[in-house]
């Protein structure tokens, strides 16, 4: 099993990013995709999950209006897309599978920095 996220990327406050999570080594049909962050010094903090098979999101509430997941079936690609940016936002990114009760693939994270 294999997570590949997309490069690093650099935003001004107010624009959106969209960070990409390639998937393979399994069916990308059966198996949630989830989001993750890490702002600097701090703690994971868990955005929402998807569900590649119908696109069934849940979202945490902090994110909610901010954040959509989108996942493309036909490239096995889950997407995290992040508008109105801010500062706090700069952190790094990760898409994770669980498998059993806990995150057992991770991608290898996506930096994102937000400053003017």
């Known amino acids: 099993v294999q997570l590949v996220q997309s490069g690093a990327e650099l935003r001004n406050p107010g624009a959106s990013v969209k960070v990409s999570c390639k998937a393979s080594?399994?069916?990308?049909?059966?198996?949630?995709i989830d989001w993750v962050r890490q702002a600097p010094g701090q703690g994971l903090e868990w955005m929402g999950r998807?569900?590649?098979?119908?696109?069934?999101?849940k979202y945490a509430q902090k994110f909610q209006g901010r954040v959509t997941f989108t996942a493309d079936t036909s490239t096995s690609t889950a997407y995290v897309d992040l508008s109105s940016l801010r500062s706090e936002d700069t952190a790094v990114y990760y898409c994770a599978r669980r498998f059993g009760g806990s995150y057992a693939y991770w991608g290898q994270g996506t930096q994102v920095t937000v400053s003017s």
């Open positions: 080594g399994y069916t990308f049909t059966s198996y949630y």
């Open positions: 998807i569900d590649p098979e119908d696109g069934g999101t």
